[in-house]
């Protein structure tokens, strides 16, 4: 089992050090999806919401959670983002939305946790916005999909 890096020799939590990494390129996407009635897919793919247009207020949602994420998650390192996009599109098989975020640094961290942060709160806009015609949807399948760039090396998750 590989040791984790966010506990110390005492068993405490800490944030990583990481002033003596190098700054590299990296990158990350992170997906997920929201599953809903059919009705409720046509309201969201029409932008017929009560709301307005959810999958535009998602996706926003989704860029502000990404520049946002070390004031979410305690460990987070605060990183100076250089790109971050978020799509929500209709899933293949017609079940719900599928939300997409990449985000990208040069620095001596990851932004993973900024791409997987943007999704979840995507998601979660989409179900807020949506709720009034579906309480019954499903926040699903929230995953790294790929990183680039760090010692660790890159990674990518075969989704076949």
Do not use: N
């Not at 110390?8 to 999806?33: L, N, P, Y």
């Not at 979410?72 to 971050?84: F, G, K, Q, R, Y």
């Not at 995507?122 to 499903?138: Q, V």
């Amino acid at each position: 089992m590989t040791k984790l890096t966010h506990i110390d020799s005492d068993g405490r939590a800490r944030m990583v050090d990481v002033s003596g990494k190098a700054d590299t390129a990296r990158t990350a996407e992170a997906r997920g999806c929201v599953r809903m009635a059919p009705a409720t897919l046509a309201l969201a793919i029409a932008g017929q919401g009560a709301k307005g247009d959810v999958r535009a207020v998602a996706e926003i949602a989704g860029v502000m959670a990404a520049k946002r994420t070390a004031d979410l998650i305690p460990l987070c390192h605060p990183l100076s983002l250089s790109s971050v996009t978020v799509e929500v599109a209709p899933m293949a098989d017609g079940g719900g939305l599928e939300v997409k975020a990449r985000a990208a640094t040069t620095g001596p961290t990851g932004v993973e946790m900024e791409a997987l942060t943007a999704v979840s709160v995507a998601c979660l806009t989409l179900y807020d916005m949506l709720k009034a015609a579906d309480k019954a949807m499903t926040i699903e399948a929230v995953r790294l999909v790929e990183k680039t760039g760090g010692a660790s090396g890159d990674f990518r998750r075969d989704e076949a």
